[in-house]
């Protein structure tokens, strides 16, 4: 089988994998890279002016919720004043009822409506009779008043329920507003914080970048990894990144020795440049039915960076030397590493074992390969242009069926 996954085997094997490759594989030149930290410097500064701006919100939020808790405390002192005096109220209404119908009971003479008139013409004589109808008169104008009085505070006791009912709503209101207001404070923040990503982080790579190129007597239109390639080529004996000299290699090979792909590559899609991310798929999901099936580099080459990612995913990065350019492989949701950085492998060499760290939803290998790297010292790129520009099919270099029993 080895025979199907060299590339270089034959002149018409050689042909039609330049036709396969993608074009773009330049990294960035010094010019690019001076632009690039510009850009990013601008950036930077906006979005701390917009944290700023979202902090004064914050601030104007916190003190009209400040004033809604005391609006809230001082409509519940007057609920409860209001409560006392709906209490008052009723008490005095109880006591001007029992008052009038005493008054009635106790000056009635009779059943019927002319009980007054019976008793102001039952006097003996003039003088009684004169006396009765003042008396009578003053109770009717008495119990009038009462009745009055009586329907007044009713009416005023309704008046208070209903102003209950209303500060009750009010302060329903109130305490929906305040739950907003806070609502609103927490989208503040998240978005504050999805809104400080990489971008500091990038602006720092792209100024190592920039003096890197520098360091090394790169020309400024000079593509940084046609630079590094002429100086590691040059300087075969340095270690490391960008000064070692990477073996060359014509063939790949798959990283695992029988699997089957579980997500294909789509490429970037759209960059979201709030979160640094990619709505698409930047490289190629590979599993087995071995969850901890040894991992190896598709290709010889260096050792260049293994880390975890922000997510906890165990991160391997190989760079190879491909027809006098760089290219770069990254391996990523590994269970474990087996080699360091600095370290020379073959395509032979286990690297790690295939497992589930980090953001997966279960064990299986993501693979890129790149033209240049964002995470490597001397990658020769930045994360944004990493995912927007450098990112290749790496089914372009490794013969990857949907599944496969040897490398």
Known sequence: MKEKLLIGASLILTLVSFVALPTETR????????SEVSKYNKELEDRKSKIATNEEEIKKIKS??????????????????????IEECEAEIQKKSEES??????????NGENSYLEYAFGAEDITDMIYR??????????????????????????AKQQELENKKEELKRLKKELEEQQSRIEVDIANIKAGMPSIEEQLKA?????????????????????????VSQRNTGGGGGG???????NGFYRPME????????????????SRGT??????????????????????????????????????????????????????????SWSVNVGQFVTHNTQIGQMGSTGNSTGPHLHLEITSCDWKSEYGGCTWESYARSASMNPRDFVVIPSSWSNR
Request: aromatic share 10%; glycine share 6%.
């Open 27 to 34: 990294a960035k030149t010094i010019q690019e890279f001076e």
């Open 64 to 85: 009209q919720i400040a004033t809604m808790e005391s609006n809230i405390k001082k409509t519940e002192e007057e609920i409860e004043v209001l409560q006392q005096e």
């Open 101 to 110: 119908k005493n008054i009635i009971s106790y000056y009635q003479i009779s």
């Open 133 to 158: 109808l003042s008396i009578v008169e003053q109770l009717t104008e008495y119990n009038d008043k009462i009745m009055r009085e009586l329907e007044e505070l009713i009416k005023k006791n309704q």
């Open 206 to 230: 792209a100024k190592s970048q920039l003096n890197y190129a520098k360091n090394l007597g790169c020309g400024s239109t000079e593509d940084l990894n046609a630079c590094i390639y002429r």
């Open 243 to 249: 000064g070692a000299s990477v073996p060359s290699t």
């Open 258 to 273: 029988y699997g089957y792909i579980t997500q294909y590559y789509t490429g970037c899609g759209t960059y979201i440049k």
């Open 278 to 335: 990619c709505t698409g798929h930047i490289g190629i999901d590979l599993s087995s039915s071995n969850k901890s099936i040894a991992i190896y580099p598709i290709a010889d080459g260096l050792v260049t960076a293994k880390y975890y990612d922000s997510a906890g995913a165990l991160v391997l990065k190989v760079k190879h030397n491909h027809n006098g350019r760089y290219i770069y492989s990254t391996y990523a949701h590994l269970r």
